[in-house]
Every structure is written in structure tokens, then in C-alpha cells.
């Protein structure tokens, strides 16, 4: 069905031009030379795809392969460009310790997923891949790709890119639940179970997630260096030790405020914290239980959130920004007034656009 809606999406953009018919002179060619072009018409191009074909050569032409995804997904399954968005981050969530992962993590990764040990150390990556898989489930043409796939001088982490899309492609539920691996970071681990549990509560059906993988996938096949970009682990790590930077400024200034983080809001049962309402699904980085000043007559402050990226009115995507302030008037509608602690230099203009509800500075 996916492939399907692909091709038509495709087709669509494709600009249909007449062309004059002209006649042109049949020239005799004795049979066997005819039998010889026959037997090279049926041979396949190296160079042609054999793994998530289709896919691949959509998203190869497509300028910003997300957005096409997400359009894909949106239509095919009429849900909201914000539930798409949830899908592709967790399903995309194997990709992100590929910038992170050391050699011997990684090996010991694709090792888990084999039903019983078949090789040592020191075998190729794409023999591993293979391996992995199972001969017998795969056919040659698909082999040969694997091994022409790792040909080349392309760094670690593509390699670690592309061989996991291969592995997630074809031994889907070899990856579930990934991140309770022996070699996969603490970090990553509390993070990624806390964001399933919020993804189970979505009940999306197994059918978009597999579409959502099987696009991903073919989007790593072509594109790894964006993949591994948009999806590391290292992003939300510096985000992490901005927000716990920013929890130790608060207490330093006020050390009987009370608050919760985000996953204690996200976790808790209580429906009621001070005078506010709770909502699992609304979640700033703290939510402080009575509100504070940053100085006196200052705007009153339920809730702080810390920003890491650098996000400017003028100079970042608008799609950026528009995410941005959907999430700043989640927060004001649900908690009130707050504060945005951000770690790098911020554009003053934020200040004058949300003057009164969200205040913002750096530390």
C-alpha cells in the first residue's frame, strides 16, 4: 500500500510532455545478434536497486525527504502532522546511537540480534549484515547490493547507518525495545523507555509503524549522513545537561522551591500539583508548584523550560520557529506564565514578541 501511494505521489509531481511520433526505418538485424541483445536486456544493472526500490528512488529526488515522508503518512493514514512526527522519532530511534556508538558497541549490537552465534570478530561488516540476516533469507541479488553497499571510502558512522537499515528492514522485531540492550548508555536507556511508554499510549496501528520503518529505512539507504544528523543521541545529551544546568541555577537561587521535571509530570497520577491541573502530555522542563519572580514586580513564572538550539525569528526554518511557538502557547494555556532558560545566545525579539506570558534569558 505504501509503495503504491509512493508511486502516485510521484507521479503527481511529474510533468507530463507530448512528444512528436516519428517514423523511423525498422533496420534488418540477423537473429543472432537479436538473441544476443535479448539475453543483455534480461541481465540487471549493478548499479539498480533491489532492497526498498521503490522507495529509494522517491526519496532520492525528493529536496527534503522528511517532509515527504510525513506528507506520505499523513495521507495514507489521515492522522495529524503532530502524530507523525511521534511515529518517526521512535521509529527512527535505532538510528541515533550511530554517531555515538564505539566499534565494539556496535559489533556486540548486531551479535544481540543473531538467533545463534555464526561468526567471530574481524569479519566485514557487510558479511556480518548478511550473516545476521540469514542466507536463506535473502536472495543473491540482495546479497550482492549488501556487499556493493559497503564498497567504498564512506565513514564509520554511514556504514553503522546503512547496516542498520538493512537489519531493521528485514528483522523488525529484532529491534524492539533496542534500547535495553547490555551496551546501549544509561542515559539513553531512561530516555527512550520514557518516551515509549508516551508512544504506547498512542495506539498507533502496526501497520503505520511498519510504513514508517520501511520509508525510514529506504531514507537511510540513500541519505545516511542526514539520518545519523537529524536523529543523534547527542542532541538530546547536550539538551540534558542544559536542563539539569538549568535545575541547579534554580535551586542555587531558591533552594526550598518545590517542582516537578518533566518525566515526574509525565509519570505522575495526581491530577492537581498547587493550583494547576496536570496534563502527562503537556510537559516544560519544570513545573514549579508556586510561582516565582526573577525580580520584584516581575512577571509571575509556573513553569521553565530549557532551550539548547538556537532557534532566531529572522534567521531559522519556519517550520523551526512555528514548532517553537505551538509549544510556548501549550505550556501558557495549560500552566501560565513562564520562562525560557536558553543556553546559547537568543534573539531579544522573543522577549518583545511574548512580552508578559514567557520571559526569556541565559545562563
Given at each position: 500500500e505504501i509503495v503504491e501511494e509512493v508511486q502516485e505521489e510521484v507521479e503527481e509531481e511529474e510533468v507530463e510532455e507530448e512528444s512528436p511520433i516519428v517514423e523511423t526505418p525498422v533496420e534488418q538485424v540477423p537473429e543472432s545478434e537479436n538473441q544476443a541483445e535479448e539475453v543483455e536486456d534480461e541481465s540487471r544493472d549493478d548499479n539498480e536497486e533491489v532492497i526498498l526500490s521503490v522507495l529509494r528512488k522517491a526519496i532520492r529526488e525528493e529536496p527534503r525527504p522528511i517532509e515527504f515522508i510525513e506528507k506520505i503518512l499523513m495521507k495514507t493514514h489521515d492522522i495529524s502532522k503532530k502524530d507523525v512526527k511521534i511515529i518517526i522519532n521512535q521509529v527512527a530511534s535505532p538510528f541515533s546511537i550511530c554517531k555515538t556508538i564505539n566499534d565494539d558497541a556496535f559489533y556486540r549490537f548486531i551479535s544481540s540480534l543473531e538467533d545463534e552465534k555464526v561468526s567471530g570478530g574481524g569479519v566485514e561488516i557487510w558479511t556480518k549484515v548478511i550473516q545476521t540476516i540469514g542466507l536463506d533469507q535473502i536472495s543473491e541479488d540482495q546479497q550482492v547490493e549488501i556487499y556493493?553497499?559497503?564498497?567504498?571510502?564512506?565513514?564509520?558512522?554511514?556504514?553503522?547507518?546503512?547496516?542498520?537499515?538493512?537489519?531493521?528492514?528485514?528483522?523488525?522485531?529484532?529491534?524492539?525495545?533496542?534500547?535495553?540492550?547490555?551496551?546501549?548508555?544509561?542515559?539513553?536507556?531512561?530516555?527512550?523507555?520514557?518516551?515509549?511508554?508516551?508512544?504506547?499510549?498512542?495506539?498507533?496501528?502496526?501497520?503505520?509503524?511498519?510504513?514508517?520503518?520501511?520509508?525510514?529505512?529506504?531514507?537511510?539507504?540513500?541519505?545516511?549522513?542526514?539520518?545519523?544528523?537529524?536523529?543523534?543521541?547527542?542532541?538530546?545529551?547536550?539538551?540534558?545537561?542544559?536542563?539539569?544546568?538549568?535545575?541547579?541555577?534554580?535551586?542555587?537561587?531558591?533552594?526550598?522551591?518545590?517542582?516537578?521535571?518533566?518525566?515526574?509530570?509525565?509519570?505522575?497520577?495526581?491530577?492537581?500539583?498547587?493550583?494547576?491541573?496536570?496534563?502527562?502530555?503537556?510537559?516544560?522542563?519544570?513545573?514549579?508548584?508556586?510561582?516565582?519572580?526573577?525580580?520584584?514586580?516581575?512577571?509571575?513564572?509556573?513553569?521553565?523550560?530549557?532551550?539548547?538550539?538556537?532557534?532566531?525569528?529572522?534567521?531559522?526554518?519556519?517550520?523551526?520557529?512555528?514548532?517553537?511557538?505551538?509549544?510556548?502557547?501549550?505550556?501558557?494555556?495549560?500552566y501560565g506564565p513562564g520562562l525560557i532558560v536558553w543556553g546559547k545566545d537568543f534573539s531579544e525579539e522573543w522577549n518583545e514578541a511574548t512580552e508578559g506570558v514567557v520571559q526569556h534569558i541565559k545562563i
Open positions: 556493493n553497499m559497503f564498497m567504498g571510502h564512506e565513514n564509520n558512522v554511514n556504514r553503522r547507518i546503512k547496516a542498520f537499515a538493512i537489519l531493521y528492514h528485514f528483522l523488525p522485531a529484532k529491534f524492539e525495545k533496542w534500547w535495553q540492550k547490555e551496551m546501549i548508555s544509561d542515559f539513553t536507556l531512561r530516555k527512550y523507555n520514557s518516551d515509549y511508554k508516551f508512544f504506547r499510549q498512542k495506539n498507533f496501528t502496526n501497520n503505520l509503524i511498519d510504513e514508517a520503518r520501511m520509508l525510514l529505512c529506504a531514507y537511510a539507504l540513500e541519505k545516511p549522513n542526514l539520518v545519523a544528523k537529524e536523529y543523534t543521541i547527542a542532541r538530546h545529551q547536550a539538551g540534558q545537561v542544559h536542563e539539569n544546568k538549568t535545575e541547579k541555577w534554580l535551586k542555587k537561587g531558591n533552594r526550598q522551591i518545590e517542582y516537578l521535571t518533566e518525566e515526574q509530570i509525565r509519570n505522575t497520577s495526581q491530577k492537581k500539583y498547587g493550583e494547576k491541573y496536570l496534563s502527562n502530555k503537556i510537559t516544560p522542563d519544570l513545573l514549579l508548584k508556586i510561582p516565582i519572580q526573577l525580580y520584584h514586580e516581575g512577571q509571575h513564572i509556573h513553569w521553565i523550560d530549557a532551550k539548547k538550539q538556537f532557534i532566531d525569528p529572522a534567521l531559522s526554518p519556519e517550520n523551526r520557529i512555528n514548532n517553537f511557538c505551538e509549544q510556548l502557547e501549550k505550556y501558557v494555556r495549560a
